[in-house]
């Protein structure tokens, strides 16, 4: 059986998808996109080589009786609405993060899950689905360092072209929010931002970097040093600091150098290349759940609380305080 998908928004990101849909998993066939820009879809589809009709709007997509699930990699402001719609179709979608652009957007698109009675809806947080945050996960989940107390991160990117305002928090820290959540299985209850001395290598206006001190319900602490111009390479970094012991996630492998009087080590530069891997896991285990009528990735539920807490995250950003992080208590829906 095959996977019939539609995808919308065949920016960069989809593109990759549709690639990546096509050509190195198996299970699923692209066989209608969508775009904003109706010639970009097309171009899509001829570049791919791939058998797909394009449509004019995404909500045509959506309802197309011969598309099976649906791919949301649009703009961020457009995923509610086509997300919505993907529900009220009856059909599972895939939605790259931001679920929805506020909060109270993400809980929209909860209490639609919740009322149409069966999950649907994943969430693109595709760092659970990395080998080295799973044997982190894992090592945590078998008593290895103890329980957790501390959390050391670093989130770099060498450029961030057209960040402005707080994206450094809600377009990438984001995904920190997320992954961390799940490997401790814990929500936070408190946020802070502390802003160091800013980089002169950021766009005009761009306060780079940034430092968030989370607490979770159980009292972990949790710090993220979010530095998105930093210029020698894509850097993620996590130490897990447990009552006997401590844990890091791993180095992406390359090779060690000696050469020129030089030990060296190559280090990445692009985000698609540090998680290619966990792109791939995380589609191709959409593809496989999808296929069985399940749905096991992360729900509208985490993007909800990504979302919250990320606006806590800014908040406190913008007030120059610690700010609390309210989560509602999860609906039964969404429990294990």
């Known amino acids: ?28 066939e692209v066989v209608a996109v969508n775009d904003a820009d109706e010639a970009q879809a097309q171009m899509a589809v001829d570049s791919e080589q791939i058998d797909a009709k394009v449509y004019k709007t995404g909500q045509e997509l959506i309802n197309a009786t011969d598309v099976d699930a649906i791919l949301v990699a649009s703009w961020g402001p457009t995923h509610e609405e086509f997300v919505l719609a993907s529900i009220a179709a009856g059909k599972p979608v895939f939605c790259e993060k ?3 652009t506020t909060a109270e957007g993400c809980r929209r698109i909860v209490d639609a899950e919740i009322a149409h009675g069966k999950k649907l809806v994943q969430v693109g947080f595709m760092r659970r689905y990395d080998q080295g945050y799973r044997a982190l996960k894992q090592t945590i989940k078998q008593d290895t360092i103890g329980a957790p107390l501390m959390l050391h991160c670093a989130h770099r990117n060498p450029a961030a072209p057209g960040f402005s305002g707080d994206m450094a928090i809600t377009d990438s820290i984001v995904h920190e929010l997320d992954v961390l959540r799940w490997l401790l299985d814990e929500d ?3 946020a802070q931002v502390i802003l160091p001395k800013s ?18 319900t159980q009292g972990i602490r949790i710090d993220i040093e979010s530095f998105v111009n930093c210029k020698y390479g894509y850097d993620i970094q996590c130490q897990v ?19 020129e009087a030089k030990f060296s080590r190559g280090i990445l530069t692009d985000w698609k290349d540090r998680f290619v891997d966990a792109f791939n ?19 509208a539920w985490d993007g909800y609380v990504v ?11 913008r007030e120059g305080r610690i700010v609390p992080i309210e989560i509602p208590e999860r609906p039964p829906f969404y429990r294990p």
């Open 199 to 216: 980089t002169r290598l950021a766009d005009q206006g761009l306060q780079d970097p940034h430092i968030i001190l989370l607490a979770t």
């Open 307 to 317: 979302a919250v807490s990320s606006d806590a995250c800014v908040q406190a950003k």
């Open 188 to 190: 936070y209850v408190s």
């Open 241 to 259: 600091v447990g009552e006997t012991g401590t844990a890091n996630l791993p180095e992406p492998a390359s090779v060690t150098l000696r050469s």
């Open 1 to 28: 059986m095959t996977l019939r998908v539609g995808v919308v928004g065949t920016g960069a990101i989809g593109k990759t998808h549709i690639h990546r849909l096509s050509y190195t998993l198996s299970g699923a």
């Open 98 to 100: 931001p679920l929805a």
């Open 281 to 299: 896991t995380e589609f191709q285990e959409w593809i496989d759940s999808t296929l069985n009528g399940e749905m096991h990735g992360p729900s």
